[in-house]
């Protein structure tokens, strides 16, 4: 078996390529036996009978690579994302889930060696601690060492949101090492800001320490390296942070997020809406995964949740996903439903080490069904996408797909429209269903308003490669 | 402050970890680490400060000390 291209960082656990129902990891003969150490102390057991993390365990049918001692499997999510597609409140949570994790860790000698955000993923909209290889025995005296990657992983993005009022994602996304303090948000942040939460600790002063100590010679280098700090110490920085975290409010500007009650829909036509998308979801063959593209308020995407086993409700607002997250949290629909900041103008990227880090978003798992509810007239004539060009997304996304088309007598497509002065001329009904047709079938359509219809297409994947 | 800082660090064992905490990091721990961490620095830093000046003062048996540290 080979290695996972992307996992690298961490020599003494590496992933192993594989496409089954469990996640591999090849652990060296120092992984096996901090793994034990961690086993016998009870720690692993509670933090996965807590759910905090990932089940893991020995993997006896894989012989580990030359070099390693074992192999441990842990079941594979449905659907991986990353940090840069996280609402406030889903960072937020994964971070607080980090220090959970190392709050247990250390009150039974153990502790984090790193504190990547990539080492939680959602688990419906539950986050979880799947870098099992993480947890490793604490020498006493020894500082958290993941606590510089905490900062720029998970408290500097916070704090720009929270106290700058700019979404994170576009930062993370352009950085996968995180937003770093001193660097990036230090600047950002005046004297007005100083008396904010953590700002002169965490971001001032070690601004200041990174600056005054980025000439250190190499032998005061290993004697910081040694410095040692009590765990009693460590803990309490720890639960400085947990306070911290728990401080922070997200100030960002949302255009969505009250969008329910401001929309032109009565709720006959939303009781329309979800009868369809029902309808739709009972042909899908497997129920294993979904997206509602543009899922706003998340109510189709729900919808969905009845018959899927995951729901990737996508938004390019942060401020909606946010709001989804909130009301899906602690709800029964938790399992099933995944918020996530997409903007179908710019999906994620493959990118990281030689473009294999971070797979794009549909590298990572494909969906039987896709809505596009209310979402062709703002790429068409708000974002200039081709129809043409709109059915190709169609087509290439699922096999089976609901698409709200609006036309442009639609308030909402006349409100697009009033400032422009490109008016779409090809942007019509009729040239929507010929080129569904060119594409594939169109197995239901049903008006919804003079100026509405609902489509479910089954489109044939391009062949042609055209 | 540095200086007081770096004067204060003292030595622990080698933890081994694939990522690279920077020095400004670990130093703002140990600042943070508050009064606990503090005196711990100077009990230790105390420690040395004296074993130093009993070597000045001891003869025979400072060479001996050397050979155990």
């Known amino acids: 078996m080979t290695f996972l291209p992307a996992s690298f960082r961490d020599p003494d656990a590496r992933v192993l390529e594989s496409d089954g129902p469990r996640i591999l990891r090849a652990l060296s003969p120092r992984a096996v036996a901090e793994r034990e150490a961690v086993e016998a102390s009870g720690l692993l057991g509670e933090l996965v009978a807590n759910g905090l993390v990932v089940d893991s365990t020995r993997a006896a049918d894989v012989a580990p690579p030359a070099g390693f001692a074992a192999v441990v499997a842990s079941r594979r999510l449905a659907f991986p994302t990353y940090p840069y597609e996280w609402s406030f409140g889903m960072l937020r949570d994964a971070a607080l889930l980090t220090l959970d994790v190392l709050e247990r860790a250390l009150e039974r000698g153990a502790t984090l060696k790193d504190a990547s955000a990539y080492n939680v993923l959602f688990d419906g909209a539950r986050p979880l601690f799947v870098d099992v290889a993480s947890l490793v025995p604490h020498e006493d005296g020894t500082p958290w060492l993941g606590y510089g990657q905490f900062c720029d992983h998970f408290l500097a993005p916070l704090m720009l949101e929270a106290y700058r009022g700019i979404p994170f994602q576009p930062f993370l996304r352009g950085s996968l090492e995180g937003l770093s303090i001193g660097g990036q948000l230090s600047p950002l942040l005046g004297w007005r800001d100083w008396l904010r939460p953590g700002v002169l600790t965490h971001v001032k002063l070690r601004a200041l320490l990174d600056r005054r100590t980025r000439d250190l010679p190499t032998e005061a280098r290993r004697d910081v390296r040694r410095a040692s700090l009590p765990r009693a110490a460590v803990l309490a920085n720890v639960r400085g942070l947990r306070r911290l975290l728990g401080r922070l409010a997200s100030r960002a500007a949302s255009v969505w997020a009250g969008y329910a009650e401001a929309n032109t829909y009565d709720d006959a036509l939303s009781a329309k809406k979800e009868a369809f998308v029902a309808a739709a979801a009972a042909r899908a063959a497997g129920g294993a995964l979904a997206w509602d593209i543009g899922a706003n308020t998340g109510r189709y995407a729900r919808v969905l949740g009845r018959r899927f086993a995951t729901v990737v409700a996508m938004d390019a607002d942060p401020g909606a996903v946010e709001r989804l997250y909130r009301e899906v949290r602690g709800a029964p629909d938790e399992r099933t439903l995944l918020p996530l900041v997409v903007d179908v103008m710019n999906p994620s990227p493959a990118q990281g080490w030689r473009g294999t880090e971070r797979a794009t978003l549909g590298a990572r798992g494909r969906p039987e069904l896709a809505l596009y509810l209310a979402l062709v007239h703002h790429l068409c004539l708000g974002r200039g996408v081709p129809l043409d060009g709109f059915l190709d997304l169609v087509r290439e996304t699922a096999p089976l797909s609901v698409v709200e088309f609006v036309a442009r007598e639609d308030p909402m497509s006349q409100r697009l429209l009033a400032t422009k002065l490109e008016q779409h001329a090809d942007y019509d009904v009729d040239v929507f269903r010929s080129l569904a047709r060119a594409r594939g079938e169109i197995l239901t359509e049903e008006r919804l308003s003079p100026t509405r219809s609902l489509f479910l297409l089954h489109l044939r994947p391009d062949r042609t490669g055209a | 402050m540095l200086v007081v800082l770096l004067l204060l660090l003292s030595l622990s064992g080698n933890a081994h970890a694939y990522i690279d905490p920077s020095a400004g990091?670990?130093?703002?721990?140990?600042?943070?680490?508050?009064?606990?961490?503090?005196?711990?620095?100077?009990?230790?830093?105390?420690?040395?400060?004296?074993?130093?000046?009993?070597?000045?003062?001891?003869?025979?048996?400072?060479?001996?000390?050397?050979?155990?540290?």
Do not use: C, K, P
């Open chain 2, 25 to 69: 990091s670990v130093l703002l721990q140990l600042l943070l680490g508050g009064i606990a961490g503090l005196l711990v620095a100077l009990r230790l830093y105390w420690n040395r400060l004296t074993g130093f000046l009993r070597r000045r003062q001891g003869s025979a048996a400072s060479d001996e000390r050397d050979r155990i540290r």
